[in-house]
């Protein structure tokens, strides 16, 4: 089965989240910090695909709280652009506004140098993202299940 991988797009740091072979639950995957070297980065993502049968992306898409989109946000499709032609996967775009608040309350009285924290609240992040998304999709599950 199939696997579908969040990702928490920072300006090198990517936090980085999985779900289970059922996409029922998102776990987090650890965290990626994007190199120089572009063909090291496109091995990384390319094996990452391949071993753990992903069949979808999706990437935090950083709105500002009104909606619209800035600097960040066109970034954020560059990659995404990139990442497609890399693996050959569709990459869906998910409003990740008030997810790094959120990651850092569940992060609240874990132990941990800085470099950890935040590695932890990339990962978080990207958790939070794919648990959105996941629903979303039960839901929309439910409701064509209804209407059939």
């Known amino acids: 089965m199939a696997r579908i991988l969040a990702i928490d797009y920072g300006d090198r740091h990517l936090g980085l989240a999985l779900s289970d072979p059922l996409e029922i639950t998102a776990q987090p995957f650890g965290s990626y910090r994007l190199l120089d070297d572009e063909r090291k980065n496109r091995d990384f993502f390319k094996k990452l695909v391949e071993e753990k049968k992903v069949e979808e992306i999706v990437l935090g898409l950083p709105l500002r709280m009104n909606g619209t989109?800035?600097?960040?946000?066109?970034?954020?499709?560059?990659f995404a652009r990139w990442l497609e032609e890399v693996t050959g996967k569709k990459v869906v775009f998910w409003d990740e506004r008030l997810t790094t608040k959120e990651a850092n309350k569940k992060m609240k009285g874990l132990k941990g140098n800085l470099k950890e924290?935040?590695?932890?609240?990339?990962?978080?992040?990207?958790?939070i993202i794919l648990e959105a998304y996941l629903e979303k999709k039960r839901q929309n599950v439910e409701s064509d299940s209804k209407t059939n």
């Open 69 to 78: 989109e800035g600097t960040r946000a066109s970034l954020t499709r560059d």
């Open 117 to 127: 924290k935040k590695d932890r609240e990339d990962q978080f992040a990207a958790v």
